[in-house]
């Protein structure tokens, strides 16, 4: 079994630059920036995946290539193959609108400057974003400092950090609540002409899509149905097969076919397109911390040796 999406703590630096460059728009952008679930560290996740004797483990941290060589290390000591990966928000325009897409990029080279400048200046845009987030809670009669967060959080100062301490303070009901306040204080912030730098660049699919498979990846669609769950948009499954169709014209590989989606026949449907199409899948947890990912289902192998495959010109599924 193996589990090809899944992240540790390294995600916590960048994970909101495509909220925040929408934010920049005047859009709100804000589907990527709930979360302020525990995050394992890189050598709690890889312990976790040799206990669970994961044949092979991808950690695809958001919008970063700083994991790969230590995870590809500890992997190699724990027994178990590393394929690196990594997760990035897109902007794809579909009759009119934009939609925000999930990117994952697999066995790409870390060292591609392209793709380098691209977690930089996610790096930056994130690190610029949590300043206008602590400067804009001042509307809002919410004095948090960036001791505060220092404090609480040492060497991860982020916006995950700001929404975990308005939740665990008492001054946010829930992640959801912490994401609003959020978009409030840095749209506050924007409006008041202190952009801290934000960048309002829009983060088209097409152009994150090239930028991977110019770094040696293998592009894959994540978690195509998670936009169809209530809580996360509540999306018709008929935009979405539009989306994977538009997606694939900009040339995706494939799609994350085994993953927690929605409904199980989703999943399989996802399957099954896969293989009338011969498109490689992936497919994974998308746990954040060690816990969740010992406790999730493995996928299996099989899908590993779809990308390898199609990576070697075949046909995935033969």
């Known amino acids: 079994m193996i589990d090809l999406h899944a992240h540790s703590a390294y995600s916590t630096g960048a994970k909101d630059t495509f909220m925040l460059r929408q934010l920049a728009r005047g859009r709100s952008g804000l589907q990527t920036s709930s979360s302020i679930a525990d995050k394992g560290l890189l050598p709690q996740m890889i312990e976790a995946a040799v206990r669970k004797d994961l044949s092979a483990v991808s950690l695809t941290d958001h919008w970063t290539v700083e994991n790969v060589e230590e995870a590809r290390l500890l992997a190699a000591a724990g027994g178990v193959s590393f394929v690196p990966g990594i997760e990035i928000g897109a902007v794809l325009e579909l009759q009119g609108r934009d939609y925000e897409v999930h990117l994952l990029g697999y066995y790409y080279s870390a060292a591609d400057p392209d793709l380098q400048q691209l977690c930089r200046d996610a790096r930056e845009t994130c690190a610029r974003g949590a300043l206008a987030f602590l400067n804009g809670l001042k509307s809002q009669s919410i004095h ?175």
């Open 144 to 318: 948090l400092t960036r001791e505060d967060v220092d404090r609480d959080y040492p060497g991860q100062f982020s916006s995950w950090a700001i929404r975990r301490m308005l939740v665990h303070r008492g001054l946010a009901a829930d992640k959801w609540e912490a994401t609003r306040i959020q978009q409030r204080a840095v749209a506050h912030t924007l409006a008041h002409g202190v952009g801290q730098g934000l960048q309002p660049g829009v983060l088209h699919a097409g152009d994150i899509v090239r930028t991977l498979h110019r770094a040696g990846a293998s592009v894959f669609m994540a978690h195509p149905f998670w936009l169809t769950r209530p809580d996360m948009g509540g999306l018709p499954e008929p935009l979405i097969w539009q989306q994977i169709q538009a997606l694939l014209d900009l040339g995706v590989d494939g799609i994350e076919a085994y993953y927690p989606t929605p409904e199980p026949s989703q999943g399989q449907q996802l399957l099954a397109f896969c293989q009338e199409h011969q498109l490689p899948v992936c497919g994974g947890s998308d746990s954040h911390n060690a816990r969740a990912l010992a406790q999730a289902p493995g996928i299996p192998d099989q899908a590993l040796d779809t990308i390898l495959r199609h990576r070697r010109g075949l046909q995935p599924w033969s």
